[in-house]
C-alpha cells in the first residue's frame, strides 16, 4: 500500500505543477488553448542522461534533444561542475570595457576548431550574444554595417533560402521563409531575396541529390545576376534546414555558394547553429562542403544544451572595416550578459568532452547504427522518404507515401504521433508531418532500438 500511496503522490504533484503553470505561463511556439486538452503539458521534474523525468515519475526519452540543444545527456557531471567552479569566482561582468578568461579562452578555441579554406584567412573575431536568433541578428548587422562603412549604400539586401528558419526576433525573421512564423509579421519585415531551396526531397523523379542542387545553385546564380551591387550577404543552415521539416541538400550547394558570393562580393553567412558541433557529422557542417563562412553563427549544442549562448565568428577583413576614430562605424549592438562567465565556462566544458571521449568518432557508431534501424521505415506504406545527415535522422509522412500527397492539415498527424509516442515515454516533438530522430550524443543502442520500435507504432497508430 505504502508504494500506491507514493505513486497517488506523485501523480498529484504533478497535476499540482500543471495546474499552476497554466495560470501563470505563456509557452514558446504553442497555441495555449489546446492546453490541457489537445496537446498534453508534461511537467519535468530532473533530467538523466538521455531521459527526461516527470513529477509523476514516468520516464520520457528526449529523442530530439531538448529542442537540439542538448548534447551528452541530461546533468552531464563535467559541465555542471564547471558551472559551479565558475560561480564560485565570477558569475557575471559586463563585456564592455571588461574581460574575462572564460571568454578569451573559448574564443581562442572556437577559431582554432572553426571551418578552413585553404584560399582564405581563417575565422579571427568571436562576438558572443544571449541565443541563436540573437545571434543571427549580430551577423546580419554586421555584414550590412561593413558595407555602410565601406561608402557601398546599395547593399542592404539579404538572400536566404526558400523553406529556410534562422530565428524569431525581427531580423531573423525577415531571412526566414515558413509562413507559420512570419506571416504575420510580415509588414514588420524587411524584405529579404529568397532562392529556391537545394532540398534534395524537392528533386524530379530520377534526379539526384547533388543534380537538384546545381539547379538550385544556377538558380541562385541569376538571382545574383539580378540584383549587381545589391546584397550584402547571403545566410544558409549548411547541410539541414532543420525546421523547415529536416529537409536534407547535397554538401556541393555550399561549396557553389561559397564561389557566387566571392564572384558578386557577398558574404557567406553560415548559420550553423541547429549542425553545429558534430550534428551532421564533423564538428561543423559547412566542413562536410570545404567551405569557410565568412560570418559563423553558433548556439544550442554550444554550451552541451545548459545554459543560453551564442557566438559569431567573423573574419579579420570584416572586423577592420569598424575600426574608426568615430563611435557611428563601431559596431555599437549589444546585449547585457554578453559573454556571461557561466555560460561560457559550460561551454569550454563542452568542448573538452569533445576531446575527452572522442565524441565525433563515437557519432559515427552511433549514425550507423540508427541508419540500420531506420532503413525499414523506407518501406512503410505512408513514408515518402527517410533522410539522414550525421546524428539526425527524418521520416516525411504522407498519405500513401506519395510525395505529391500530404495528409490533410486537419488529420494533424504529426500531432496524433507525438502524442502517442508520449504515451510510449519518448518525446518525439514533429515538424509538421515530419518525425525526426536528433537524439542525445550519449544514446545506446537499447535505446535506440525501442525509439525505432515506438517510432513505428506511432506512424501506425497516427496514420491509420
Not at 557575471?92 to 585553404?118: D, I, K, N, T, Y
Not at 529568397?194 to 547533388?210: I, K, M, N, V
Request: aromatic share 8%.
Amino acid at each position: 500500500m505504502q508504494g500506491n500511496d507514493h505513486e497517488a503522490q506523485m501523480l498529484t504533484e504533478a497535476g499540482d505543477w500543471r495546474s499552476r503553470d497554466l495560470e501563470v505561463l505563456w509557452h514558446p511556439c504553442t497555441q495555449m488553448r489546446e492546453h490541457p486538452d489537445t496537446l498534453p503539458l508534461v511537467p519535468i521534474a530532473r533530467g538523466e542522461g538521455a531521459w527526461l523525468v516527470g513529477y509523476d515519475g514516468r520516464r520520457y526519452l528526449d529523442a530530439v534533444s531538448s529542442w537540439w540543444t542538448n548534447l551528452f545527456g541530461h546533468g552531464e557531471p563535467r559541465i555542471g561542475a564547471a558551472i559551479a567552479r565558475q560561480a564560485q569566482v565570477l558569475e557575471q561582468v559586463m563585456l564592455a570595457g571588461f574581460s574575462h578568461a572564460p571568454a578569451v579562452q573559448l574564443a581562442e578555441r572556437l577559431l582554432a576548431l572553426a571551418p578552413r579554406q585553404a584560399d582564405r584567412k581563417p575565422l579571427a573575431k568571436v562576438f558572443y550574444a544571449d541565443n541563436g536568433s540573437a545571434g543571427v541578428e549580430v551577423a546580419l548587422k554586421m555584414a550590412f554595417h561593413y558595407f555602410h562603412n565601406r561608402g557601398e549604400h546599395r547593399r542592404t539586401k539579404f538572400v536566404a533560402l526558400e523553406n529556410g528558419y534562422h530565428g524569431e526576433t525581427i531580423g531573423a525573421l525577415a531571412v526566414g521563409d515558413i509562413p507559420l512564423y512570419r506571416r504575420v509579421y510580415a509588414p514588420l519585415l524587411s524584405e529579404a531575396l529568397f532562392a529556391p531551396s537545394p532540398d534534395a526531397y524537392l528533386a524530379e523523379p530520377g534526379e539526384s541529390a547533388a543534380a537538384h542542387a546545381g539547379r538550385a545553385a544556377d538558380a541562385l546564380a541569376n538571382l545574383f545576376d539580378r540584383h549587381p551591387g545589391e546584397i550584402c550577404a547571403l545566410i544558409i543552415e549548411p547541410r539541414v534546414q532543420c525546421a523547415g521539416g529536416m529537409r536534407m541538400h547535397d554538401p556541393s550547394y555550399l561549396a557553389r555558394v561559397r564561389q557566387l558570393c566571392d564572384a558578386n562580393g557577398v558574404f557567406l553567412i553560415a548559420d550553423e547553429i541547429a549542425v553545429g558541433f558534430g550534428r551532421t557529422g564533423p564538428m561543423f557542417a559547412s566542413q562536410e562542403s570545404g567551405v569557410m563562412p565568412d560570418l559563423l553563427c553558433l548556439s544550442k549544442g554550444l554550451t552541451g544544451g545548459f545554459l543560453p549562448l551564442a557566438a559569431v565568428l567573423a573574419t579579420q577583413q570584416i572586423y577592420d572595416a569598424f575600426l574608426d576614430d568615430s563611435r557611428e562605424r563601431a559596431f555599437l549592438h549589444s546585449h547585457s550578459y554578453t559573454g556571461n562567465p557561466l555560460a561560457c565556462a559550460a561551454a569550454l566544458a563542452t568542448l573538452d568532452i569533445f576531446g575527452q571521449d572522442d565524441v565525433l568518432a563515437r557519432n559515427r557508431v552511433t549514425a550507423k547504427q540508427m541508419a540500420a534501424l531506420a532503413a525499414p521505415f523506407a518501406a512503410h506504406p505512408q513514408v515518402a522518404d527517410v533522410r539522414q545527415a550525421g546524428m539526425i535522422v527524418a521520416f516525411e509522412l504522407t498519405r500513401g507515401g506519395d510525395k505529391r500527397t500530404p495528409f490533410p492539415a486537419q488529420q494533424r498527424v504529426g500531432l496524433k504521433a507525438y502524442r502517442a509516442a508520449l504515451e510510449r515515454g519518448v518525446v518525439l516533438r514533429p515538424l509538421g508531418d515530419v518525425l525526426y530522430w536528433m537524439p542525445p550524443y550519449c544514446i545506446d543502442d537499447a535505446q535506440l532500438r525501442s525509439l525505432a520500435e515506438t517510432t513505428r507504432a506511432v506512424i501506425d497508430e497516427a496514420t491509420s
